[in-house]
């Protein structure tokens, strides 16, 4: 467990959700990764997890969205030429990779 800032009884790790995949052991051949949460963190997080082995296309991303139609209509969700209400939610890294790096996408 770790978080951003410990009170002074915090007896835990301090530091950033990222920080934890150094001592993770896994096989990357054998890993699917499902990352979601902020997307800042998810960016962050599919970097490192790619940088430790894993197949950018075991790397799944869930880009949850403010929806309204959910059907595709009214655009509400959309991010890039995906709209995460009939596209997604989900997707593989190398799908999104280049929107994950344009802010305010
Ligand atoms: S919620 Fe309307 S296009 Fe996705």
């Given at each position: 467990m770790i978080v951003d800032r410990g009170d002074a009884s915090w007896r835990g790790r301090v530091g950033v959700?990222?920080?934890?995949l150094d001592s993770c052991r896994f096989e990357p051949a054998d890993t699917i990764a499902m990352v979601c949460g902020p997307e800042v963190m998810m960016r962050i997080a599919a970097h490192a997890l790619a940088n430790r082995g894993i197949a950018e296309d075991d790397i799944h991303l869930s880009m949850e969205r403010n929806m309204k139609?959910?059907?595709?209509?009214?655009?509400?969700?959309?991010?890039g030429p995906s709209f995460v209400c009939k596209d997604g939610p989900v997707f593989a890294l190398p799908r999104i990779a280049a929107l994950l790096a344009t802010r305010e996408i």
């Open positions: 959700l990222t920080d934890l139609c959910a059907i595709g209509v009214c655009g509400h969700c959309q991010f």
